[in-house]
Nanobody, 126 residues
Framework: HVQLVESGGGSVQAGGSLRLSCTAS????????IGWFRQTPGKAREVVAA????????EYANSVKGRFTVSRDRLKSMVYLDMSSLKPEDTATYYC???????????????????WGQGTQVTVSS
Protein backbone atom coordinates (compact mmCIF):
# COMPACT_ATOMS: atom_id res chain seq x y z
CA HIS A 1 0.00 0.00 0.00
CA VAL A 2 1.80 3.10 -1.29
CA GLN A 3 1.50 6.28 0.73
CA LEU A 4 2.85 9.69 -0.14
CA VAL A 5 3.00 12.44 2.44
CA GLU A 6 3.93 16.03 1.68
CA SER A 7 5.29 18.51 4.17
CA GLY A 8 6.94 21.90 4.20
CA GLY A 9 4.29 24.21 2.84
CA GLY A 10 3.65 27.61 4.31
CA SER A 11 3.48 31.31 3.68
CA VAL A 12 6.33 33.36 2.31
CA GLN A 13 6.84 36.74 0.73
CA ALA A 14 7.62 37.11 -2.94
CA GLY A 15 11.25 36.37 -3.62
CA GLY A 16 11.46 33.95 -0.74
CA SER A 17 12.13 30.23 -0.64
CA LEU A 18 10.47 27.09 0.62
CA ARG A 19 11.32 23.42 0.60
CA LEU A 20 8.64 20.80 0.15
CA SER A 21 9.25 17.19 1.05
CA CYS A 22 7.49 14.06 -0.14
CA THR A 23 7.93 10.88 1.82
CA ALA A 24 7.08 7.67 -0.02
CA SER A 25 6.34 4.42 1.75
CA UNK A 26 5.07 1.03 0.70
CA UNK A 27 6.60 1.09 -2.76
CA UNK A 28 7.39 -2.33 -4.21
CA UNK A 29 8.97 -0.88 -7.34
CA UNK A 30 12.67 -0.16 -7.20
CA UNK A 31 12.37 2.91 -9.41
CA UNK A 32 9.47 5.17 -10.18
CA UNK A 33 8.51 8.71 -11.10
CA ILE A 34 7.63 11.21 -8.43
CA GLY A 35 5.97 14.31 -9.75
CA TRP A 36 5.19 17.59 -8.06
CA PHE A 37 1.90 19.13 -9.10
CA ARG A 38 0.08 22.25 -8.06
CA GLN A 39 -3.50 23.34 -8.25
CA THR A 40 -5.46 26.49 -7.54
CA PRO A 41 -9.26 26.69 -7.29
CA GLY A 42 -10.90 26.64 -10.68
CA LYS A 43 -7.76 25.64 -12.51
CA ALA A 44 -6.51 22.31 -13.74
CA ARG A 45 -3.75 20.62 -11.82
CA GLU A 46 -0.37 21.12 -13.48
CA VAL A 47 2.94 19.39 -13.09
CA VAL A 48 5.81 21.66 -12.10
CA ALA A 49 8.67 19.19 -11.64
CA ALA A 50 9.37 15.48 -11.52
CA UNK A 51 12.14 13.02 -11.02
CA UNK A 52 12.80 9.38 -11.80
CA UNK A 53 14.14 7.91 -8.60
CA UNK A 54 16.67 5.58 -10.25
CA UNK A 55 18.54 8.05 -12.42
CA UNK A 56 17.65 11.13 -10.44
CA UNK A 57 17.14 13.07 -13.65
CA UNK A 58 15.06 16.15 -12.89
CA GLU A 59 12.40 17.50 -15.22
CA TYR A 60 10.72 20.88 -15.00
CA ALA A 61 7.84 22.84 -16.37
CA ASN A 62 8.94 26.00 -18.15
CA SER A 63 7.18 28.14 -15.58
CA VAL A 64 9.55 27.06 -12.80
CA LYS A 65 12.82 26.36 -14.60
CA GLY A 66 15.69 28.10 -12.91
CA ARG A 67 13.66 28.67 -9.74
CA PHE A 68 12.63 25.20 -8.57
CA THR A 69 14.89 22.22 -7.97
CA VAL A 70 13.68 18.65 -7.54
CA SER A 71 15.92 16.06 -5.91
CA ARG A 72 15.64 12.73 -4.19
CA ASP A 73 17.18 10.79 -1.36
CA ARG A 74 16.78 7.13 -2.25
CA LEU A 75 17.85 5.87 1.16
CA LYS A 76 15.18 7.94 2.87
CA SER A 77 12.60 7.42 0.11
CA MET A 78 12.12 11.15 -0.02
CA VAL A 79 11.79 13.63 -2.84
CA TYR A 80 12.28 17.34 -2.33
CA LEU A 81 11.12 20.41 -4.16
CA ASP A 82 13.25 23.44 -3.40
CA MET A 83 11.46 26.57 -4.49
CA SER A 84 13.20 29.91 -4.71
CA SER A 85 12.41 33.33 -6.15
CA LEU A 86 8.82 32.57 -5.37
CA LYS A 87 6.12 34.63 -7.03
CA PRO A 88 2.51 35.25 -6.01
CA GLU A 89 1.44 33.12 -8.98
CA ASP A 90 3.18 30.14 -7.36
CA THR A 91 0.48 30.19 -4.70
CA ALA A 92 -1.30 26.83 -4.85
CA THR A 93 -1.81 23.52 -3.16
CA TYR A 94 1.15 21.35 -4.03
CA TYR A 95 0.89 17.59 -4.36
CA CYS A 96 3.40 14.87 -4.90
CA UNK A 97 2.39 11.90 -6.99
CA UNK A 98 3.92 8.53 -7.76
CA UNK A 99 3.51 6.10 -10.60
CA UNK A 100 3.85 2.32 -10.89
CA UNK A 101 7.44 2.25 -11.97
CA UNK A 102 6.99 3.50 -15.54
CA UNK A 103 9.93 5.08 -17.32
CA UNK A 104 8.14 7.65 -19.39
CA UNK A 105 8.49 11.39 -19.27
CA UNK A 106 7.77 12.08 -15.63
CA UNK A 107 6.98 15.80 -15.87
CA UNK A 108 3.96 15.37 -18.06
CA UNK A 109 0.43 16.31 -17.06
CA UNK A 110 -0.76 13.13 -18.78
CA UNK A 111 1.72 10.83 -17.07
CA UNK A 112 -0.25 8.00 -15.41
CA UNK A 113 0.33 8.83 -11.78
CA UNK A 114 -1.52 6.45 -9.51
CA UNK A 115 -0.64 7.51 -5.99
CA TRP A 116 -1.20 10.98 -4.56
CA GLY A 117 -0.40 12.79 -1.37
CA GLN A 118 -2.86 14.92 0.54
CA GLY A 119 -1.34 18.21 -0.59
CA THR A 120 0.36 21.08 1.17
CA GLN A 121 -0.50 24.75 0.80
CA VAL A 122 2.01 27.28 -0.45
CA THR A 123 1.06 30.94 -0.24
CA VAL A 124 3.27 33.66 -1.69
CA SER A 125 2.36 37.22 -0.84
CA SER A 126 3.45 40.26 -2.80
Amino acid sequence: HVQLVESGGGSVQAGGSLRLSCTASGYKYSSYCIGWFRQTPGKAREVVAAIYTDEGSPEYANSVKGRFTVSRDRLKSMVYLDMSSLKPEDTATYYCAGDKGLRLICADNDHPYTFWGQGTQVTVSS
